[in-house]
């Protein structure tokens, strides 16, 4: 079946540490997005990319770090001079045309002891 | 920039209506989307608007006005399954069918017996 799917659904990792998301879809979407969320916020875009070998800043990038280097994978890393790390991490893609929707996946929950 | 407002909290009774307002503010609109979020899961694609008018799809519906900024998500024949947040979403022109979506913070919706 396809999918969008994220690795571990639960992180916990010591403060000062980096720490890599996994994101993987099989839909053959060109974007992908990462978002942040916290308790009563809204989602906020961290990284996006529209195609391979590019990504663009989202609304709060500092601290945070992206690759695309395949269509089906884009992680995301948590550095250590990202101030609050902990939140609920989602992973979304979608085919890039204009209205179409982003597919989630489940999300990361990373605690930062 | 965007600023997207919704109610934090409404409840509502199992088998009623009920209306979720979403008023927006944008430098330039490229549709507006609905997501539903169960605690601790992924949000599920619900509806989007890019024209004005009242979008039907089952026992969900929902609304735009782009001259006033405001969109409405409409539930019907509410079941106790219902009971999640609901989060509004809005795209701007700024760049291709690809880019990010901006959030509000997202509805949560009590379903009463």
């Known amino acids: 079946d396809g999918g969008i799917t994220q690795s571990p659904k639960y992180l916990f990792r010591k403060e000062g540490q980096n720490v890599t998301l996994s994101c993987e879809q099989n839909?053959?979407?060109?974007?992908m997005y990462w978002y942040r969320q916290d308790p009563g916020q809204g989602l906020r875009l961290i990284y996006y990319?529209?195609?391979?070998?590019?990504?663009q800043k989202g609304d709060i990038a500092e601290g945070y770090s992206v690759s695309r280097e395949k269509k089906e994978s884009f992680p995301l890393t948590v550095t250590s001079a990202q101030k609050n790390p902990t939140a609920f991490y989602l992973c979304?893609?979608?085919?890039?045309?204009?209205?179409?929707?982003?597919?989630f996946g489940p999300g990361t929950r990373l605690t930062v002891l | 920039g965007q600023n997207i407002d919704q109610p934090t909290e409404m409840t509502a009774t199992e088998g009623a209506i009920v209306q979720i307002n979403c008023t927006y503010q944008?430098?330039?609109?490229?549709?507006l989307f609905w997501y539903q979020q169960h605690a601790g899961e992924a949000p599920t694609f619900l509806s989007y608007?890019?024209?004005?008018g009242l979008e039907e799809k089952g026992r969900f519906s929902s609304f735009l006005s782009r001259s006033k900024g405001y969109s409405y998500l409409l539930l019907k024949e509410l079941q106790m399954k219902d009971s999640a947040s609901y989060l509004c979403?809005?795209?701007?022109?700024?760049?291709?069918?690809?880019?990010?979506?901006?959030f509000g913070k997202g509805t949560h919706l009590i379903i009463q017996p």
């Open positions: 990319s529209q195609i391979v070998n590019d990504f």
């Open positions: 979403a809005v795209r701007e022109t700024s760049g291709g069918g690809a880019d990010g979506l901006t």
């Open positions: 979304a893609s979608s085919t890039g045309v204009n209205l179409d929707e982003q597919f």
């Open positions: 839909l053959n979407h060109d974007a």
């Open positions: 608007n890019v024209l004005d």
């Open positions: 944008t430098s330039g609109f490229n549709g």
